[in-house]
C-alpha cells in the first residue's frame, strides 16, 4: 500500500523560509507524478505545484511562481516543497499527494494523499 508522508511545517514570520518534505513508500517512487495542495480554514483544497513523472517537468500555480520551488530526489523517494518569503495568506494545511496517471492542478487527479503538514505564517 503506498504511503504519504509529510514533513517540514512550523510557525514562521512573514518574509521568512520553509522547506516541506513528502515521503512515499509502498510503491514505485519514479512512477508517480507529485503534487501539493493547500487547505485554509474554510476554503477549498488548492493546486501548489506539481512535478511530472515524465522528464520531471514541473508547473505551479501562478500567484506563487517564483516563490515556491518544488523538487524530488529518486534516491530518497521524497519530493520537497521549498517555500521563499512567506506571507500570512500562505498559511495553510499543506497536502502530498500522487498519482500514476497525468498530473494536473485538480485534487481529483491524485489518487493517494499524505496527512498534511501546518505552515503557519505570522505578520
Known amino acids: 500500500q503506498v504511503k504519504l508522508v509529510e514533513s517540514g511545517g512550523g510557525l514562521v514570520q512573514a518574509g521568512e523560509s520553509l522547506r516541506l518534505s513528502c515521503a512515499i513508500s509502498g510503491g514505485d517512487f519514479r512512477t508517480y507524478t507529485m503534487a501539493w495542495f493547500r487547505q485554509a480554514p474554510g476554503q477549498e483544497r488548492s493546486f501548489v505545484a506539481f512535478i511530472s513523472k515524465i522528464a520531471g517537468g514541473m508547473y505551479y500555480a501562478d500567484s506563487l511562481k517564483g516563490r515556491f520551488t518544488i523538487s524530488k530526489d529518486n534516491t530518497e523517494n521524497t519530493v520537497y516543497l521549498q517555500m521563499n518569503n512567506l506571507k500570512p495568506e500562505d498559511t495553510a494545511m499543506y497536502y502530498c499527494?500522487?498519482?500514476?496517471?497525468?498530473?494536473?492542478?485538480?485534487?481529483?487527479?491524485?489518487?493517494?494523499w499524505g496527512q498534511g503538514t501546518q505552515v503557519t505564517v505570522s505578520s
Open positions: 499527494a500522487a498519482t500514476t496517471h497525468v498530473g494536473g492542478s485538480t485534487p481529483t487527479r491524485y489518487t493517494v
